[in-house]
Every structure is written in structure tokens, then in C-alpha cells.
T-cell receptor, first 113, second 113 residues
Framework: AQKVTQAQTEISVVEKEDVTLDCVYE???????LFWYKQPPSGELVFLIR??????QNEISGRYSWNFQKSTSSFNFTITASQVVDSAVYFC??????????FGRGTSLLVTP | DTAVSQTPKYLVTQMGNDKSIKCEQN?????MYWYKQDSKKFLKIMFS???????INETVPNRFSPKSPDKAHLNLHINSLELGDSAVYFC???FGTGQEKLFFGSGTQLSVL
């Protein structure tokens, strides 16, 4: 069975602070894919990143960065110099080569001015 | 041009009624999905279709019947609506299997009174 745990339910930071959203996953598959999605207050789901299990390179995209560590089964997401527009619910998700994404319960991030 | 469009955006109805949600994608994807997001924001797969064929039916009550007339459409019909069906329903699509990123519709907020 696959499982994604996002232990942080809510995080509140002040603008310009750095914040890390944790994601821990469980799977017995050797081939799997990890994702992060953002759900702003408007409600849509926006894709942020996809990683396969054979690629442990960290990734940086502007103020966003991701740290994938198979040794700890973690795929953490860091926002540097947070902004009010980063306020959203962030979901980590996992799949093998199948047809369903298993989502974590999400972390609600509030960035205040 | 909306990539994945679902209608209606809001649906308010009485218990026991039958309702449908329509979904269309213009991305040329061959896999489409229905996800349910409950009041606590938890996202769970309901169905996935590949080339109009049902691939996943994730222990969804028989009252929910998806229909895929072609690759670009995946509609969701719900019979005998119950209070517990109140949720946001997201349609999504992707290339190939679920290992690729999902493009989500904007969601349908269903409220059963």
C-alpha cells in the first residue's frame, strides 16, 4: 500500500521568511513518482513538480526548491522568501506506474504581510 | 482556452435527486480522472479512464456512474444523492498513465441539502 504523510496541518509565517513543507511517503514499489500540487484559495489545483524514484537530484525553481531523499522517504518543499501569494494548501502525492495519485492530507500555508 | 473544463461549478440539490457533472479536456490526453475532495481538503481518486475504458473504480458506491463517450469527455452521474456526497469533485486528465502530471479542472462544489 502507498501512503503519504504531511504532518504539518497548518503553517503560518511572516512574509520573507523561509518555510519548509514536509512530506514523508511509504511504498513498496521501486519505481514511483512524487508530486507537489498547490491549491490557492481560488480552489484550482496547480502542478508544481514531478520526480521519479530514480532521480534524487534536488530541484530549484525560482523561490521554490525540493529535497528528495530516498534514505528517509521524504520529499520536502521549501519556499524561500515567502510571499502573500504563496498562501495556499500544498499537497504532496505519490503514484507507482498506475492510474491513481495518492495524496497527502495537505499543509495549509498562510503568509502574512 | 480552458484545458480541462467541468460544469457546473456549483451544484445545490436536495437529497434523493440525480445529478450529472460534465468534464471535457482539449489537451489530447488519453487518461481522465474523477477525484473527490472532502470538507477537510482530502483528495481521493474515484475513477480513472484510459481511452474510454475504466481502469480504476476506487470503492465508490454504485450510485456514482462515470461515462466516457470519447477520450475527451468523462462525465459523472450521481443517483439518489446523499448528504455525505457533498464535496468538491475534480476532473483531471493526463497523458498515458497516472505517472504523468495531472491537469485539473476548476472543480464542482456539490452541496446536498
Amino acid at each position: 500500500a502507498q501512503k503519504v504523510t504531511q504532518a504539518q496541518t497548518e503553517i503560518s509565517v511572516v512574509e520573507k521568511e523561509d518555510v519548509t513543507l514536509d512530506c514523508v511517503y511509504e511504498t513498496r514499489d521501486t519505481t514511483y513518482y512524487l508530486f507537489w500540487y498547490k491549491q490557492p484559495p481560488s480552489g484550482e489545483l496547480v502542478f508544481l513538480i514531478r520526480r521519479n524514484s530514480f532521480d534524487e537530484q534536488n530541484e530549484i525553481s525560482g523561490r521554490y526548491s525540493w529535497n528528495f531523499q530516498k534514505s528517509t522517504s521524504s520529499f520536502n518543499f521549501t519556499i524561500t522568501a515567502s510571499q502573500v501569494v504563496d498562501s495556499a494548501v500544498y499537497f504532496c502525492a505519490l503514484t507507482n506506474s498506475g492510474y491513481a495519485l495518492n495524496f497527502g492530507r495537505g499543509t495549509s500555508l498562510l503568509v502574512t504581510p | 482556452d480552458t484545458a480541462v473544463s467541468q460544469t457546473p461549478k456549483y451544484l445545490v440539490t436536495q437529497m434523493g435527486n440525480d445529478k450529472s457533472i460534465k468534464c471535457e479536456q482539449n489537451l489530447g490526453h488519453d487518461t481522465m480522472y474523477w477525484y473527490k475532495q472532502d470538507s477537510k481538503k482530502f483528495l481521493k481518486i474515484m475513477f480513472s479512464y484510459n481511452n474510454k475504458e475504466l481502469i480504476i473504480n476506487e470503492t465508490v458506491p454504485n450510485r456514482f456512474s462515470p461515462k466516457s463517450p470519447d477520450k475527451a469527455h468523462l462525465n459523472l452521474h450521481i443517483n439518489s444523492l446523499e448528504l455525505g456526497d457533498s464535496a468538491v469533485y475534480f476532473c483531471a486528465s493526463s497523458f498515458g498513465t497516472g505517472q504523468e502530471k495531472l491537469f485539473f479542472g476548476s472543480g464542482t462544489q456539490l452541496s446536498v441539502l
